[in-house]
């Protein structure tokens, strides 16, 4: 079945590429491509909107602030060049037979006390009418955002449908079902495997140093790989190419500075933060003292010279974070973790529309859990990723786009566990493993009305573990537009996982997520995604989007609990399936934008004979955010957030055991039995539902050319006594976040 559709999809590939008009034919057209930037910095402006008057249509920038309008009627153009924040920019361009008109195209801010809310989700002419399940924002919206300890990319993903939380306690989330590490997390197309503080509570990546964020919340095209259930794209700024500039801000947890400026024929930027004080950081987690000592560091270079490399930007970046959780009391576990990551990215276009870019990688993570004498199990953890990318895009003079690419990478991982047995056992296999996966995808955009995106991944796994695994992952989405307001989308893929981490559903707090290869004994994890929806909208400023998925995983890895003896195997494979409907509704204003989202949704899972609800099985949930300007760079946010309650495992009864405490010289029966929670059916019952509200309001000024930013915020408005869990030793109910105030300042040179 397999071979068949693959066959199916090659021919239709090459049907397509051949049936192309003017592949080999000239016509009286041409292409108009550029990169639209802040004028001020030269900072790329993604997702910005072209709109040329004539063809009463248009597109808008990629990511990288890159557009590309191929096959235009040879004439002169207007186009209208927009984007949220800046000013309304209109240009005259002409279209020569068989020539590419590039030009460089700069916007320039609006004064603060002008400038209108940041948008949820921008409306661009030009998108791409086969996506289906992706969110596209600029980083400026994370700042309007109500604040917890600091801001955070990946806890404003959460306010959007499909993506949920199951506590206040951390920024981990889960994405229609999934489980937290089937989400890949990239920094420049970099993976980072832990990019989370202070026990998940926020994210290592400083939204300061990010210029946009893409999410993929299922049915992703192609040139997607690695993880089940989402990737999240972030992109970071290339650093003011016109001057020199310093930032300083401080949260009631940590300080950190920002330095940008040209630098050859570049720019650069260095960004840092430290931490300095817990006391916020105790409210989060009810405890007296957690000494939590963590710091993040991003640095990065650019180079363009149209003199030695013409059309060519090139790159480096590197990343570093580490946590610290040092206890003076030798019954409480010691923890540390750490990410480091460095990259190298050409990317080039050409005379003609193609484009392409090369990357080499190398990332890499460590996390050890010292027991002490607390009674918890050991862990030691480290993953090192050796990867280089190479990825070709061709757009044909019809509009439609071809795209290749592969990935050579080696992934070395050792994960050290104690298991029933009381062994202490690396779980995963031994030696690193070379993979190899290479993509091809064609998206027909020729038609007003009906488009599709098809490709396909070949992965060649594990091939310096004696063995080679072939895996095919076929992809398919497609949209119909009915008309001006209405339109349909669909998208079907399989998805491949090799790289994963275990879960104890019985755990409370995950101090890090440890990551192996899934040994050779197992498969590794497979998924398959089938969506559908439809948008609704009126203009520019009113929509309605409708999605319902089902997804279902096989191959789910897990640890063995019936395991008896040492010739066990430590894993066992299991299955998982969620279904549900996503719904978003927005209205932007000039002065105000509203969003909303509902989501309803269902998640089992079957590990070890047994099928179970999991802790992020959450069947409703409801977000709303209110953004409005109050006057002269005065902003506001409101947020409310209803989830359904979260599964958890009731405790039965109480029973006394015996503890061996080695320390001792001596043993006594007297004082060494300890009273141990007799645990219930897994995940049976519920806790009770939960909603929050928060608010925050923020203003920016000048004084002597120093600008300032301040924000403050109040956590839990109402002071809502959600419950986070029961604690097991005592019966004591444990709440989240009370009403809670907290204030930033930032002042930038």
């Excluded at 041409?30 to 802040?38: A, E, L, P, S, V």
């Excluded at 005379?351 to 010292?370: A, D, H, K, M, V």
């Excluded at 027909?444 to 009305?449: A, G, I, P, V, Y």
């Excluded at 004084?703 to 109402?718: A, G």
């Amino acid at each position: 079945m397999k071979l068949k559709l693959l066959t199916a999809v090659k021919i239709l590939c090459v049907g397509i590429f051949l049936s192309s008009p003017n592949i080999y034919n000239a016509q009286q057209t041409g292409n108009f491509r550029g990169i639209i930037t802040d004028s001020l910095s030269s900072e790329v402006l993604a997702y910005a909107n072209i709109f040329i008057k004539e063809l009463g249509s248009g597109t808008s920038t990629d990511s990288r602030g890159y557009f590309l309008i191929s096959s235009l009627p040879v004439s002169n153009y207007t186009a209208e060049i927009s984007y949220i924040g800046y000013q309304t920019k209109t240009i005259h361009f002409v279209i020569a037979s068989n020539k590419i008109t590039h030009i460089n195209i700069s916007l320039v801010p609006l004064e603060v006390e002008l400038q209108t809310v940041e948008k949820s989700s921008e409306r661009i002419y030009g998108e791409n009418v086969t996506d289906i399940g992706i969110q596209k924002f600029s980083t400026k919206k994370i700042e309007s955002l109500p604040k917890g300890v600091e801001p955070d990319i990946f806890r404003a993903l959460q306010y959007l449908p499909g993506i949920q939380s199951s506590s206040d306690i951390s920024a981990r989330f889960h994405v229609r079902g999934g489980a937290s590490n089937q989400n890949q997390f990239l920094l420049d197309d970099i993976a980072i495997y832990n990019p989370f503080h202070a026990l998940g509570l926020f994210g290592t990546i400083d939204p300061e140093v990010v210029n946009n964020v893409e999410l993929h919340i299922g049915g992703y095209s192609a040139e997607h790989e690695g993880r089940l259930s989402s990737v999240i794209k972030m992109f970071t700024k290339d650093g003011n190419k016109n001057e020199y500039h310093g930032l300083a801000s401080s949260s009631l947890m940590s300080g950190k500075a920002l330095v940008q400026g040209p630098v050859w024929d570049g720019s650069f930027i260095v960004s840092g933060r430290k931490s300095f004080s817990n006391k916020i950081l105790n409210t989060f987690l009810n405890e007296n003292d957690m000494p939590i000592d963590f710091y993040d560091l991003f640095v990065k270079l650019n180079y363009t010279s149209e003199k030695f490399f013409p059309n060519a930007k090139f790159s480096v970046i590197g990343f570093s974070s580490g946590d610290n959780i040092i206890n003076n009391n030798s019954r409480i576990a010691d923890v540390k973790w750490s990410n480091n990551a460095l990259g190298f990215t050409w990317f080039q276009f050409t005379e003609i529309p193609l484009f392409y870019t090369i990357q080499i990688s190398y990332s890499e993570f460590n996390g050890e859990l010292t027991p002490n004498k607390s009674g918890i199990k050991p862990v030691k953890n480290n993953v090192k990723d050796y990867t280089g990318k190479f990825d070709l895009s061709y757009v044909f003079s019809n509009k439609d786009e071809i795209v290749f690419g592969t990935k050579i990478n080696e992934i070395q991982t050792n994960l050290y566990l104690q298991n029933s047995i009381g062994e202490i056992k690396n779980i995963g296999p031994d030696g690193a493993n070379a993979n190899i996966s290479l993509y091809l995808k064609y998206k027909m955009l020729r038609f007003d009305n009906f488009n599709f995106d098809v490709g396909s991944r070949l992965n060649l796994i594990g091939l310096s573990r004696g063995g080679t695994n072939k895996f095919f992952e076929p992809r398919l989405s497609l949209s119909y537009i009915f008309s001006d307001y209405f339109s349909f989308k669909s998208a079907f893929g399989v998805y491949i996982q090799e790289i994963t981490t275990l879960s104890d559903e019985d755990e409370v707090i995950t101090y890090f997520e440890p990551w192996f290869i899934t040994p050779n004994y197992l498969s590794p994890a497979r998924s398959t995604h089938y969506i559908s929806g439809f948008q609704w909208k009126n203009g520019q400023n009113l929509s309605i989007d409708v999605e319902g998925y089902y997804k279902s995983v096989t191959n789910l890895p897990g640890l063995n609990e019936k395991k008896i003896y040492i010739t066990d195997n430590e894993l066992v494979s299991g299955s998982s399936k969620s279904y549900g409907v996503d719904f978003l509704f927005r209205f932007d204003h000039s002065i105000f934008n509203f969003t909303t989202s509902f989501s309803h949704g269902y998640v089992t899972t079957n590990l070890n004979d047994l099928e179970y609800s999991p802790r992020y099985d959450i069947r409703n949930s409801l977000k709303t955010i209110l953004d409005f300007n109050v006057y002269k760079g005065w902003n506001a946010s409101l947020t409310w957030v209803y989830y359904s309650g979260v599964p958890f495992t009731l405790v039965t009864s109480y029973y006394e055991k015996l503890h061996f405490d080695n320390s001792e010289d001596k043993f006594s029966l007297l004082g060494s039995q300890i009273v141990t929670p007799l645990l219930g059916e897994r995940n049976a019952a519920r806790l009770p539902e939960y909603h929050r509200m928060d608010f925050s309001i923020s203003k920016q000024f000048n004084i002597y050319d120093i600008n300032f930013y301040l924000s403050f915020s109040i956590i839990n408005v109402y002071d809502r006594a959600n419950i986070f869990y029961f604690n097991r030793d005592t019966g004591e109910r444990v709440n989240m976040l009370p009403f809670l105030p907290t204030a930033i300042i930032k002042v930038e040179l």
